[in-house]
């Protein structure tokens, strides 16, 4: 079964970012838990931003799991990248993931790399990029399996890195890495902008697919714009799919709306 999760952030950095709850991560587990979210997903900006006893007794007293921990802190706010062409920055940046996966790991959430991937240009090339990247890939992968977790490696859109794009680059990019503990992050505003048919898509990633974040065609939340969600649901659930669909959106027209929309989505679409 598909579980529910929404994102909150606690990043000053990332204030016009796709995030639906803000600040205050109490309140926010509090109204994820009344509104039936089985899980949040937590973008922080480190590892030390919240404390893991008061996580656990939060998640404890609201009957949810932890989902998942973003690292584009990593990126947003001390400028990292697992692409730097400076090895030192390389190893801050994997430094940083893997405090980040210390502060998941515990409580069973694995650790998404998003903006941390980077980009290729200038003395870069793609192949050399795409080899760091895949050492980065390696490591960290093996790194999250100490707590039983995977790491999940999530595609962009062009706009956002040039590395890889869709999910059939992102298998390929899995079957060329050492180890199998990396998943795929499905991000349908990602996807919708890079793939000619998000159904295929999907069922190209099965196996592959470890989180999705769960929004529509311009980043509301889902139901707020184009996304065709039925194409979507049946996708996911003939691949197995049995991770969580995460609400990644714009606190559109704001936080509470946001994730009261996307839950009566989920229910509607992937629940069951
Ligand atoms: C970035 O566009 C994104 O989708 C996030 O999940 C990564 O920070
Ligand atoms: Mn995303």
Not at 57 to 66: A, G, I, P, V
Not at 118 to 127: C, I, Q, R, T
Request: aromatic share 8%; hydrophobic share 45%; net charge negative.
């Amino acid at each position: 079964m598909i579980k529910s999760a929404v994102t909150i952030s606690l990043v000053d950095e990332a204030r016009s970012g796709p995030f639906v709850f803000w600040d205050d991560l109490a309140a926010a587990c509090k109204r994820a838990a009344e509104l039936g979210y089985n899980a949040v997903e937590i973008f922080a900006p480190g590892p030390d931003a919240v404390d893991s006893s008061e996580l656990a007794s939060l998640l404890e007293d609201n009957k949810l799991d932890l989902a998942a921990v973003g690292t584009g802190a990593g990126m947003v706010k001390h400028g990292l990248s697992l692409t730097s062409t400076d090895a030192d920055q390389r190893a801050k940046a994997i430094g940083f993931v893997q405090s980040m996966i210390d502060f998941g790991g515990p409580f069973g959430a694995p650790a998404i790399i998003g903006s941390m991937q980077g980009k290729w240009g200038g003395e870069l090339s793609k192949d050399a990029a795409l080899n760091l990247l895949r050492d980065a890939l390696n490591q960290l992968g093996e790194y999250a399996a100490k707590y039983s977790t995977p790491l999940i490696y999530e595609p962009l859109n062009r706009y956002e890195t040039n590395l890889i794009c869709t999910v059939a680059d992102g298998v390929e990019l899995m079957k060329s890495l050492s180890m199998d503990n990396v998943k795929l992050l499905a991000d349908l505003f990602h996807l919708q902008i890079e793939e000619v048919d998000l159904a295929d898509a999907i069922r190209a990633g099965a196996g592959y697919i470890g989180h999705v974040h769960f929004v529509d065609s311009n980043r509301r939340p889902a139901g707020c714009g184009h996304m065709d969600y039925g194409p979507i649901a049946a996708a996911l659930k003939e691949i197995g799919y049995d991770r969580y669909a995460s609400a990644e959106a714009f606190p559109w027209p704001d936080p509470d709306a946001a994730a009261v929309q996307t839950i009566k989505m989920f229910n509607e679409y992937l629940q069951g």
